[in-house]
């Protein structure tokens, strides 16, 4: 089945640099690739997410690419700031599901060093 | 997000006990599943639901039963709970544009 593997687990930045946090996934077949924002304490919510057709993705300080042929993909944030301090998680849809089924990574926490 | 909401919201038992989380979205989503949240280990699936009376195993059922009569609900119950049950649960739902909503969780002690 479809394994997600994130690095790095942790990542600490100065606030108004950029960080930078990546995937791979092993089923080539997978189509969508979310990634979810979890503040302490809260749930985790949809912040950006890209479809195997586009390449990148961008939403204000945040963007997403894809290389599909490598099958990697990254968050990267730029001009961070003290509220980007939260775990992401990245995510892929395994391609034979019909179920809307997504496999997550195991997280990366980062904090911004004011 | 007050459209999913969990219950009970914290929850203290011990091994061997049934438990029954519940889980009620008001979009009539389609899809529902269930993760368990553990450190180190990101969000894993239990179990999924594609539609009312169809439900399938994720990555993580063992130890566990789910249901889902109607659309709207879907309870997931520990039959003999364990220690290493003990986590934070969340429920999700999707419709077919993929994007999950999350409840706010049940954390689940297992004494």
Known sequence: GENVEQHPSTLSVQEGDSAVIKCTYSDSASNYFPWYKQELGKRPQLIIDIRSNVGEKKDQRIAVTLNKTAKHFSLHITETQPEDSAVYFCAATPGYSSASKIIFGSGTRLSIRP | ?111
């Open chain 2, 1 to 111: 997000d007050a459209g999913i909401t969990q219950s009970p919201r914290y929850k203290i038992t011990e091994t061997g006990r049934q438990v029954t989380l519940m889980c009620h979205q008001t979009w009539s989503h389609s899809y529902m599943f269930w993760y368990r949240q553990d450190l180190g280990h990101g969000l894993r699936l239990i179990y999924y639901s594609a539609a009312a009376d169809i439900t399938d195993k994720g990555e993580v059922p063992d130890g566990y039963v789910v249901s889902r009569s109607k659309t709207e609900n879907f309870p997931l119950t520990l039959e003999s709970a364990t220690r290493s049950q003990t986590s934070v649960y969340f429920c999700a739902s999707s419709d077919y544009s993929n994007e999950q909503f999350f409840g706010p969780g049940t954390r689940l002690t297992v004494l």
